[in-house]
T-cell receptor, first 116, second 110 residues
Framework: DAKTTQPPSMDCAEGRAANLPCNHSTISGNEYVYWYRQIHSQGPQYIIHGLKNNETNEMASLIITEDRKSSTLILPHATLRDTAVYYCIVKDHPMYSGGGADGLTFGKGTHLIIQP | EAQVTQNPRYLITVTGKKLTVTCSQN?????MSWYRQDPGLGLRQIYYSMNVEVTDKGDVPEGYKVSRKEKRNFPLILESPSPNQTSLYFC?????????FGQGTRLTVV
């Protein structure tokens, strides 16, 4: 799996858009970009994933650069409840991985703090 | 509602006393796994299961056992717990793209 690089921490004002960057310069063609978050000691929560097109769901938007070497997770109107550690994970789809060990590899993530 | 349920949420035990942490999912997922989370080390996979009766080691399997006798349940067994297994444990169940995690079990071994 490709490695990812994220800033260790970020601040954002409540009500503003939070833009979390992730670098994954060694991503390969069949690897997806996944975002999860973990709110203090709770189980990680899936946010969104994408392959090469930009994606949007009820929680967030995912912008992937054309060369796929980086991406940005956007929380459009951050609230205090969005304070969490956000993990960017690059991984191929299980159908390509041959069914072997394909657990998610969580790095250190970005600690996003929403300020009131 | 899609759910992964772990029990217990908190457990304090003594060294050497066998314990089981249960995990159950209601999504009919084939793939389930266990993680532990420690300060500074992040989340690490202990064991995973691709389907009933199919289990394999993750990154940190020493001191743990699992079983998968039915699709919905994937218990984590510590036959002889030691203090270095004090940790926060998460069970996960994965669908096509999305993994669902339980709320965690905070285990302290004294």
């Amino acid at each position: 799996d490709a490695k990812t690089t994220q800033p260790p921490s970020m601040d954002c004002a409540e009500g503003r858009a939070a833009n979390l960057p992730c670098n994954h310069s060694t991503i390969s063609g069949n690897e997806y970009v996944y975002w999860y978050r973990q709110i203090h000691s709770q189980g990680p929560q899936y946010i969104i994933h994408g392959l090469k097109n930009n994606e949007t769901n009820e929680m967030a938007s995912l912008i992937i650069t054309e060369d796929r070497k980086s991406s940005t997770l956007i929380l459009p109107h951050a609230t205090l409840r969005d304070t969490a550690v956000y993990y960017c994970i690059v991984k191929d789809h299980p159908m390509y991985s041959g069914g072997g060990a394909d657990g998610l590899t969580f790095g250190k993530g970005t600690h996003l703090i929403i300020q009131p | 509602e899609a759910q992964v349920t772990q029990n217990p949420r908190y457990l304090i035990t003594v060294t050497g006393k066998k314990l089981t942490v249960t995990c159950s999912q209601n999504m009919n997922h084939e793939y389930m796994s266990w993680y532990r989370q420690d300060p500074g080390l992040g989340l690490r996979q202990i064991y995973y299961s691709m389907n009933v009766e199919v289990t394999d080691k993750g990154d940190v399997p020493e001191g743990y056992k699992v079983s998968r006798k039915e699709k919905r349940n994937f218990p984590l067994i510590l036959e002889s717990p030691s203090p270095n297994q004090t940790s926060l444990y998460f069970c996960a169940s994965r669908g096509l793209f999305q993994a669902f995690f339980g709320q965690g079990t905070r285990l302290t071994v004294v």
